[in-house]
């Protein structure tokens, strides 16, 4: 027997808004993928794949809202516990909230300040390839802490990450450190974000923006990290025409001279659902390569 | 604080048919099995297990349907994503699906026409023994796509295993063709279905019929495979007296010379609840075997 | 999309007292862990965690409670059937019940008479270091069974472990025999406990009490193993001042000559959450150690 779960706002205030809840929420997609650099000369597989997320909320007294986020199909999840139960729990897809005035303060699985505030710029696809445009942040070790401070147009981040790992394995060591800050300027129209990260071995400066002119969205990153002499940089538009939007993106990983060109295309269907495709021309040292896919999303 | 999610449509009305959402049901099973091949001469033991199965659904503006589904306590669920999340993803549990007037296309960790639409006879007990009637199919890989049409009484179905497995292991090799068509013609009286798989290694065709005489519904399976001389065949019956059903099955799995002989009883004790028990003598050259068990079934 | 479960009795009387549902709630916890026994001089790091909990309900036509639980995060929770599906399930973290004017009975990842009747005393801190108090059970294997029956302010209650382990490994093996039995006194100023558990190679007896004296509740625990010489023991006492509480305790584990005395502190923000942090000191033979945390805890 299926149980169905409203999702009206107006029902929910008869349920009195200081009650602590969980919410459902999920993500699927399925399609067909090219891989150019699979097999002898490429292949095409499917791929689908389902996300459920359990979304925890509640309100203090003084008005301090908290919560709590997981994901139902994350393995490693929240269950290492070892010992007198004196845990950093592996935290392999979860976080907790508490946020007021004072800003939010996140912990376990969360991004740092350069994820968070600088991001990405678009890709193209229905999912699978959606990380070819994709330049690296430095990112940090399982259990870390991330805050965040908005005033107006303005947001600042400050993120560390676990600086000793007292389970799992490594047990007992002194972990590398990761420390990040961040800030960024949003408005409707236009935003810009700068980003610093540091760890034993390595420090990157992010910087990043995004402008809307009409129909037309750019976006574009630049990533400067000491251990290389070139910048990595990625750029993209993304192109609205009624419910369709078209993709192009760009980016450069600089040392390693490798290059991506990607083209796509998704039309909404309303309700959730979506249809999108998309191809990445990989252009490397080794040799070039394509990838592509079409297929369906859906968000319930 | 417990949350309760409501079972009535009447309000459900009101969140408004457009909108995606996640609805949770479940099952749940306690017994005694005893295992006549277990041990040196058999054992008893307790059964238990608790099944919770997430169910999201929404609909495009044209009317399309689509949805996904994954159970909550599979390991290795929808997380193998490789490299640059060019995944095909295992899917140990999930489906994702999209529907409309064109019939069902359904991707991911989902049964084939064979299974679909010849299914398996009755078995009998709460469950832990509810296998043992089964004659298998061919089966496919992990991620499979499967698409069905419904016409009145006929359904026809069409699906294929993964041709091409990109992770997790084995990586970037080609796998196993497993391909399948069926049809079905069911009324409210009877049903009858053909179905063929194919891979590289076996082919096998598949005819399964059920009829449904006053309290009585018989069910029969033969499976020729052509890797064997003998067929196999497996046939039920259930007996329905007021709330209690009597099942009795019997199954000759060809070639290995193996029979199962079962017999079992479930009485319906309402709100999803039922008791049952049976007993399954298993003849096999290497000697024979009794299984029983006796327990409660749950279904919320 | 986010849908918003209900946590109004009232709307569910709409939904029909018949129908089996699956509940959600949760608990989450953050903050930081002092460990005196990690690294050269102690650490101290970040520790956060969700768990989320399916809890399924029914009600047979002749008045009889069923249901099951489940978490969300528990790694090899209920999914390890083998060979014909006769399996005997790990059942890591899930449990089934049936309750009626019989009482209760529980299979599945359930405790024995001992852990639910005579229980802990009270911890201290946020979440991490709240097993520093405890005295612990002999326990059972995986799969057990637990009947408990309430007359009044007496509780009864009879456990068994799973006297033999059908799978995962080790396979097909008698395993230890695990008996409990318990019987408890409650109202609302004092409870005391007894248990009394044997498996085959050791038996304990356990003697547990609490009272309320005003704002203040003690409770004591003590504890004799017959493979031991000197009984374990353990006392607390919270002390509450309006949304405050103290707490304070000490346990003794006998002959390992190992104490620990413990001073916290939690205060209730409403809403289902609270701040708290405690101090353990532990005096060992091997040396004298410092366990601290404080952080937040939610339930939702």
Request: charged share 15%; aromatic share 10%.
């Amino acid at each position: 027997m299926k149980k169905i779960l409203l999702a009206t706002s107006a029902l929910v205030m008869v349920a009195g808004a200081a009650s602590a809840e969980v919410a459902l929420s999920g993500s699927a997609r399925m399609g067909l993928v090219y891989d150019g650099a699979a097999g002898a000369s490429g292949e095409t597989y499917f791929s689908s794949r389902v996300r459920i997320v359990f979304t925890a909320s509640g309100e203090t007294d003084t008005g301090l809202s908290f919560g709590a986020s997981m994901r139902a199909d994350q393995l490693g999840g929240n269950n290492n516990d070892s010992g007198a139960d004196k845990d950093g729990d592996s935290n392999g897809d979860s976080t907790v909230f508490i946020s007021g005035a004072f800003g939010k303060l996140t912990m376990g699985d969360t991004d740092g300040a350069a994820d968070n505030l600088v991001g990405q710029v678009s890709g193209v696809g229905y999912g699978p390839n959606d990380a070819l445009q994709e330049i690296g942040f430095l990112g940090s070790s399982d259990t870390s802490v991330y805050y965040e401070y908005s005033a107006g147009a303005l947001t600042f981040g400050l993120g560390a990450g676990q600086l000793y790992q007292p389970d799992p394995t490594p047990v007992g060591v002194d972990t590398e450190d990761a420390l990040n800050i961040g800030v960024k300027y949003a408005t409707d129209a236009f935003s810009v974000a700068l980003a610093y990260e540091t760890t034993d071995t390595v420090d990157a400066l992010h910087l990043g923006g995004s402008a809307t002119f009409g129909a037309a969205t750019l976006k574009a990153r630049v990533t400067d990290r000491d251990d290389q002499s070139d910048v990595q940089w990625a750029t993209s538009v993304d192109y609205a025409i009624d419910a369709t939007t078209i993709t192009a993106f760009y980016t450069d990983f600089g040392d390693n001279d490798t290059q991506h060109y990607g083209l796509g295309a998704a039309y909404d269907l309303g309700g959730g659902a979506s249809v999108a495709g998309g191809i990445v021309q990989q252009n490397a040292p080794a040799g070039d390569t394509t990838f592509a896919d079409v297929g369906l999303k859906f968000s319930f």
